[in-house]
């Protein structure tokens, strides 16, 4: 060999472990910046599993890239373990429920999760039997294998109905589960999910309820530099993390951004044949980053709150001009809503009424897609809501018909 040219020498002369900065990526919980509190709180709700009791059913929302996802994980497998030490059998199970939106796909992920079925002798079919008895065959398992539970139902609001908590939660009181128990941990980042509970589910599933405040620039500089060693030594100029961190700080200290902007730059730094990442390919890194955060937002958005937000960027284009930038125009929600109706008409479908677009105008502030504000009218008049969009509304109209509008 010696002698010979190495092929797969220089392949990859940026990263060293790029895995670091993938989303997927749980990392130690030393490598959790900044959110002691939130795991203090987490590990109180949850402590009685650790002796074999039921826990708290938990809450969790806040902002897009706040560490909900990371720190329920984290919290749910230190329990598992610490229960672990006490002999009591914890399982938990991860549902993605933006993937499993019906009640019956849910149920079949966490018992399918849940089984072994060399221990158990249940199978859990990918499809084919009735709710109801995949509901059956979860109740066999738990009994079977655990004594506590735990479920983490993520996106919880895409659910299309609260049936799975309603019997989640009933299973515990009615005495589904004879040697063991449940809880519930549930995230969002919708600010008004809860309102659309039913009375019984919300008092339930909030018992405890958290919200994750964003990261300020200092902490998302933590996050980035304890993923360094996803580079190569050396290769990270060093004024790239602490503007990687200023750019995701200034809209909404967002850590799934500042790492997509990192990982991005490297890439980027990467397909020119650099041998260092610089600030330049921070910017590209940015402009990169916003399109696919759009498309990947709007992809997930209800129709109407594709109308709403196309109403928005048609009335931005009209507006700005010459001397107004797009990023600066600001838009009456009264104006927005004429304008909804008439893409309605467009797309052959029933307006909502005023109220249901002023609450999805509101969802979109808290993801971030737009940002609002009270404007003072004057005497006899009074406040006036004014919506902007964040992006430019070029890369807004095509996100929106990219992702069939
Ligand atoms: N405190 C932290 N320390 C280290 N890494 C973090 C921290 N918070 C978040 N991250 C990382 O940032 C990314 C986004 O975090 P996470 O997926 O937990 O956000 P989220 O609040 O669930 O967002 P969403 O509402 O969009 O699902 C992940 O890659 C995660 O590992
Ligand atoms: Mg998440």
């Not at 039921?54 to 929302?61: A, D, G, Q, S």
Request: proline share 3%; aromatic share 6%.
């Amino acid at each position: 060999m010696s002698g010979s040219k190495n092929y797969f020498d220089g392949f990859d002369p940026i990263f060293r472990n790029k895995e670091l900065l993938q989303v997927t990526h749980l990392p130690d919980g030393d490598r959790i910046i900044g959110r002691s509190e939130e795991l203090d709180n987490l590990a109180n709700a949850l402590k009685q599993a650790t002796k074999g009791y039921t826990p708290n059913n938990v809450f969790v929302y806040g902002k897009t890239g706040t560490g909900k996802s990371l720190c329920s994980k984290f919290i749910t497998r230190q329990l598992v373990e610490t229960a672990d030490q006490n002999d009591v059998s914890v399982g938990t199970a991860y549902v993605d429920c933006l993937q499993d939106t019906t009640e019956t796909q849910a149920v079949q992920s966490i018992a399918d999760q849940l089984n072994r079925p060399a221990e158990t002798d249940v199978s859990i079919p990918a499809s084919g039997l009735s709710t109801s008895e995949y509901y059956k065959r979860l109740w066999t398992i738990l009994d079977a294998r655990h004594d506590v539970a735990v479920v983490i139902l993520d996106e919880i609001d895409k659910l299309d109905s609260d049936d799975i908590l309603m019997q989640l939660s009933r299973a515990v009181e009615s005495g589904k589960l004879d040697d063991s128990t449940l809880g519930i941990i549930g995230i969002s980042n919708k600010v008004r999910y809860k309102d659309s509970l039913n009375e019984r589910v919300k008092s339930s599933l909030c018992e405890r309820e958290f919200v994750f405040p964003p990261y300020d620039a200092q902490q998302l500089q933590d996050i980035l530099a304890s993923r360094r060693d996803a580079f190569k030594r050396g290769v990270l100029d060093d004024s790239v993390v602490p503007r990687v961190a200023a750019l995701a700080a200034r809209e909404h200290g967002d850590a799934r951004k500042a790492i997509d902007i990192l990982r991005y730059a490297g890439e980027i730094a990467e397909d020119e044949g650099a041998d260092r990442v610089m600030e330049d390919h921070v910017r590209h890194a940015q402009e990169r980053e916003e399109q696919n955060r759009l498309s990947e937002l709007i992809s997930k958005a209800t129709p109407h709150s594709k109308y709403v937000l196309l109403a928005l960027a048609y009335l931005t284009v009209q507006t700005a001009g010459e001397d107004t930038d797009a990023t600066e125009v600001d838009v009456a929600s009264n104006d927005v809503y004429e304008m909804y109706k008439q893409v309605c008409k467009r797309e052959q479908s029933e307006p909502l009424k005023r109220r249901r677009v002023r609450d999805l105008l509101s969802e979109l502030e808290f993801l971030s897609v737009i940002e609002q504000q009270r404007q003072w009218e004057g005497r006899g008049k009074g406040n006036r809501m004014v919506n902007r969009l964040v992006d430019d509304p070029d890369l807004v109209i095509s996100a929106c018909r990219n992702t069939t509008v």
